[in-house]
């Protein structure tokens, strides 16, 4: 980045900080809000297709980047969710995600994640998932399955009703999944 681009954002950051905080705030509560409420609403349902307990008091915000993480942030992607953590298989994300597609500008998309603990079952899973869903379920990055529909500006007041309906979703999908599928020595 030049010098004249770098004074340029730097101007532009002391003339608009406090209005940008403030619009990340009212973001981030709305989100945190609403995915909360999606997550503890589906919660049994996702217990039961998981074959796993989970407590409601797992369920934390999940802000990428976060202030630790400017300095390395690329820019490429972030992430407003709450975050589900079921213990010994997966963390659940849920929320918006911002990211680009083959080098594009980054769009808001509402998603549910899963980002499993354990290799193999992640592999087991992405199998059985892909022969179930012929394509819905994207894999991630990180040991991630996950469905997300883009979301624009026009759609905010329907963000909820979206994200209950990729819970659901998944809550089909996942309860479909052969209970082996969970074991890390299956192959």
């Not at 503890?40 to 039961?48: I, M, P, Q, R």
């Not at 869903?133 to 040991?143: A, D, F, N, Q, R």
């Amino acid at each position: 980045m030049n010098q004249d681009v770098k004074s340029a954002l730097f101007e532009e950051g002391l003339l608009s900080y406090i209005d940008a905080l403030g619009a990340f705030k009212a973001l981030y509560q709305e989100v945190w809000s609403r995915s909360t409420q999606s997550i503890e609403a589906n919660l049994d349902s996702l217990e039961g297709s998981l074959r796993r307990s989970v407590s409601r008091d797992s369920i934390r915000p999940y802000v990428y980047p976060d202030g630790t993480q400017l300095n390395s942030w690329d820019g490429s992607s972030t992430w407003v969710a709450a975050k589900l953590t079921v213990p010994g298989l997966c963390q659940v994300y849920a929320g918006i995600s911002w990211w680009g597609e083959h080098g594009s500008s980054p769009e808001p998309r509402v998603i549910v994640d899963f980002a499993f603990d354990n290799r193999q079952v992640f592999a087991n899973l992405s199998q059985a998932v892909r022969d179930l869903t012929g394509g819905t379920v994207k894999i991630g990055t990180y040991k991630e399955l996950f469905i997300a529909e883009a979301i624009g500006r026009t759609d905010t007041g329907c963000f909820a009703e979206r994200l209950d309906g990729i819970f659901k979703e998944w809550i089909d999908i996942l309860g479909k999944v052969p209970p082996e599928t969970y074991s890390p020595a299956q192959q």
